[in-house]
């Protein structure tokens, strides 16, 4: 796999299988989703994660397990600055250091050394490939959960799990459509959002600012 940016605004990660370098395949594209402004800059793979500095959005982690559905599993905004469509904040990321640590430079307020490894463990692997969609991911109070052709059962079941696996919310939720709008009034951080629906469970990963 290879991954890499145009450094433009509004400009989404391409995900690329270089199996073939002669037949070069983009699997899937992928963004923080702040703004139309965000710029993904310097990138690099370790295992299945992609980090990238991403100017004023900070540093962004996407897991690349599934190649063809990118998830975002972590990120930390180094810059104090609104993003007004020019070339400020975090500008390079190391994630190759022996520790495990992750350097993010941002060319205002400096070095930024990491642990990641909350972002790396736990409700990954609940996280499931599924018709399932959340947005805006990052989210504020309210989340939009799509579910395509699918749609939601008359008697939908809600789940939400926080980074230790526990469950913060239940709830049934009388859908019988395909979208539904859900006020979810969680702390920020990483949750895991399940929804049991017409017999089967769809698992989607929730960034809650």
Do not use: C
């Not at 022996?98 to 736990?122: E, I, K, T």
């Amino acid at each position: 796999k290879y991954a890499f940016a145009d450094e433009t605004h509004g400009m989404n990660i391409k995900l690329a299988d270089v199996t073939d370098l002669n037949d070069i395949k983009i699997l899937s594209t992928f963004t923080s989703g702040v703004t139309s402004n965000s710029i993904p800059h310097n990138l690099m793979i370790k295992g299945d994660y992609v980090y990238v500095s991403y100017y004023f959005d900070g540093l962004y982690i996407f897991s690349i397990a599934d190649p063809l559905n990118p998830v975002m599993v972590g990120f930390f905004d180094t810059s104090t600055l609104v993003n007004n469509g020019t070339y400020k904040g975090a500008w390079g990321v190391y994630a190759y250091l022996p520790s495990g640590n992750v350097l993010v430079s941002d060319m205002q307020n400096g070095l930024f050394v990491f642990d990641v490894s909350p972002a790396l463990v736990g409700i990954e692997q609940t996280i499931t490939h599924s018709d399932l969609n959340i947005f805006p991911n990052p989210a504020g109070s309210v989340i939009t959960i799509n579910r395509g052709n699918k749609g939601f059962s008359a008697e939908t079941i809600l789940k939400v799990y926080d980074m230790n696996g526990r469950i913060v919310r239940t709830e049934t939720i009388h859908a019988g459509t395909s979208e539904l709008r859900y006020e979810a009034n969680l702390t920020p951080g990483i949750y895991a959002l399940s929804i049991i629906s017409n017999g089967t469970i769809e698992t989607k990963r929730l960034i809650v600012r």
